[in-house]
């Protein structure tokens, strides 16, 4: 690789209108941005079309090139690939309300741009492109597009022959089980390698996928996800729990109170009434064997997620989060089956890897019963809990970065 040569500026977003744009039309260029996501996948993107690339030196196409390819495709085009497009030809857009971060080495063959966006949260619109030399002659010329840290991770073999950029309808990655919908990936501007980071509060290990030199990708390193992780006797989560199994609509007539230990086999401290456990904000902090820590809170006006903020920074105690240990058995948990712009489907598996069989969906799971039903908690291991659909017989396992934290 050369030197590092880049070039780094701090722009604001291209606004194609005289006037700032209110508050509803920027919910639907937002809105514009989903769709683009949506379509970002891989079940749409095998029937994808091939792109012409114009190469823009006798060498061959840059990474200019293949950026201006991927974009000037009409069912991407939005503000941002707009103002992409426009720092590519070395416009400057005018400003608008968000800071426009565009960073493109041409040496290394790499670009990334994002942008923060006013949807009433914190939004981050983000793309990266780079590319590989294959050894058939060929370029891989991978992107990502995403939101939040959430995006997609697709990839095109340009060839040099016809000049085009054809999809790659599965990853060029050795048994790849990931749902490429929920990647938080960092294609390489130095090196050769993806670094995949958690994304979830459950935090799993960075996953490598190491550049083979040829014309693929292969895993390094640890990677919980993609085989049986070995059995531990304390593994950390964080987790939302509830002492019943219906967190929607409790019956409290049906409930008893909860002992609380001061250590696991410990000795009874106190007994959270069936009123203290709808009132008290309960996580998950641990699973030691049999036993599980939690930390609770009356909440008052402190939101959920400010709380979760504070526990899993240790602060537990100048929030005025209390600990306590509680029977395995005698929690529930729960478990997203929708996150983010997109509709996803989970899945229970029959082992604590990605490999295994698929059992059940969550979204399908979900629809069988009346109400929203908690999950038992059965087993953990390091990156997935084994649970069971309470009162059902739906069991499996899932990986722990899906339970709800908030």
Same mark, same amino acid.
């Given at each position: 690789?050369?030197p #590092?040569?880049?070039?780094?500026?701090?722009l604001?977003?291209?606004?194609?209108?005289?006037?700032?744009q209110?508050d509803?039309a920027?919910?639907?260029?937002?809105?514009d941005e989903?769709?683009?996501?949506?379509?970002l996948s891989i079940?749409?993107w095998?029937h994808?079309?091939? =792109?012409?690339v114009h190469?823009?030196t006798?060498?061959? /196409?840059?990474i200019?090139d293949?950026?201006?390819?991927?974009?000037?495709q009409k069912r991407?085009?939005s503000?941002?690939s707009?103002?992409?497009?426009?720092?590519l030809?070395?416009?400057h857009?005018? /400003?608008d309300?968000?800071?426009?971060r565009y960073?493109?080495?041409?040496?290394?063959?790499?670009?990334?741009?994002d942008?923060p966006f006013n949807?009433? +949260?914190?939004?981050?619109?983000s #793309?990266e492109?780079?590319y590989?030399?294959?050894?058939n002659?060929h370029r891989?010329v991978?992107l990502t597009?995403g939101?939040?840290?959430?995006?997609?991770?697709?990839?095109?073999?340009?060839n040099?022959q016809?000049? =085009?950029?054809t999809?790659l309808?599965e990853?060029?990655?050795k048994d790849?089980?990931?749902?490429?919908?929920m990647?938080?990936a960092?294609?390489?501007?130095?090196?050769?390698?993806?670094?995949?980071k958690?994304?979830?509060?459950n935090?799993?290990?960075?996953?490598?996928?190491?550049?083979n030199?040829?014309?693929?990708f292969?895993f390094d390193g640890a990677?919980?996800?993609?085989?049986?992780?070995?059995?531990?006797?304390?593994v950390?989560?964080?987790a939302r729990a509830?002492?019943?199994?219906?967190p929607?609509?409790?019956d409290?007539?049906a409930?008893?109170?909860a002992? =609380?230990?001061? +250590?696991?086999?410990?000795?009874?401290t106190?007994? #959270?009434t069936p009123?203290e456990?709808?009132?008290?904000?309960i996580?998950?902090t641990?699973?030691?064997?049999?036993?599980?820590?939690?930390?609770y809170?009356?909440?008052g006006d402190?939101?959920?997620v400010?709380l979760?903020?504070s526990?899993?920074?240790?602060?537990?105690y100048?929030t005025?989060f209390?600990r306590?240990?509680?029977?395995r058995?005698a929690l529930?948990?729960?478990? +997203?089956?929708?996150?983010?712009p997109?509709?996803?489907m989970?899945?229970?598996y +029959?082992? /604590?890897?990605?490999a295994?069989r698929r059992l059940?969906?969550?979204?399908d799971?979900?629809?069988s019963v009346?109400?929203?039903?908690?999950?038992?908690? #059965?087993e953990?291991?390091?990156?997935?809990?084994?649970?069971?659909?309470a009162?059902?017989?739906?069991i499996?396992?899932?990986?722990?970065r899906?339970?709800?934290a908030?």
């Open positions: 690789m050369k #590092l040569f880049l070039l780094l500026l701090g604001t977003l291209l606004v194609p209108a005289p006037h700032a209110d509803d920027k919910y639907d260029e937002y809105a989903m769709e683009i996501m949506r379509s079940e749409g095998a994808a079309p091939a =792109l012409p190469a823009s006798s060498k061959g /196409p840059t200019a293949f950026a201006r390819a991927f974009l000037k991407y085009s503000s941002f707009r103002a992409i497009l426009a720092r030809d070395g416009l857009p005018e /400003p309300d968000g800071m426009f960073l493109i080495d041409v040496p290394h063959g790499y670009l990334s741009v942008t949807c009433g +949260a914190d939004c981050t619109i #793309l492109i780079c590989w030399h294959t050894a002659g891989l991978g597009w939101d939040r840290g959430i995006g997609c991770l697709l990839f095109y073999d340009y040099p016809t000049r =085009l950029m999809p309808p990853p060029p990655i790849f089980y990931d749902n490429t919908a990647l938080n960092h294609l390489p501007r130095q090196g050769k390698d993806i670094h995949i958690p994304i979830w509060d935090p799993s290990d960075t996953l490598t996928l190491r550049w030199g040829s014309d693929a292969i990677a919980e996800r993609y085989r049986k992780p070995t059995k531990s006797n304390e950390a989560l964080f509830y002492f019943y199994q219906t929607n609509m409790p409290l007539s409930m008893k109170d002992p =609380l230990y001061d +250590a696991p086999n410990g000795i009874i106190r007994r #959270l009123a456990q709808q009132e008290y904000f996580m998950l641990c699973v030691r064997g049999d036993w599980a820590e939690i930390a809170i009356q909440p402190r939101y959920p400010d979760t903020r526990l899993r920074q240790g602060r537990d100048a005025g209390r306590a240990w509680v029977p058995r529930f948990v729960d478990i +997203a089956d929708k996150d983010g997109f509709d996803l989970l899945h229970l +029959a082992e /604590p890897t990605l295994s059940y969906a969550v979204e799971m979900r629809n009346e109400v929203a039903l908690a999950f038992h908690l #059965l953990a291991r390091h990156g997935w809990v084994k649970v069971q659909m009162t059902t017989n739906y499996g396992w899932i990986e722990s899906y339970l709800l908030d």
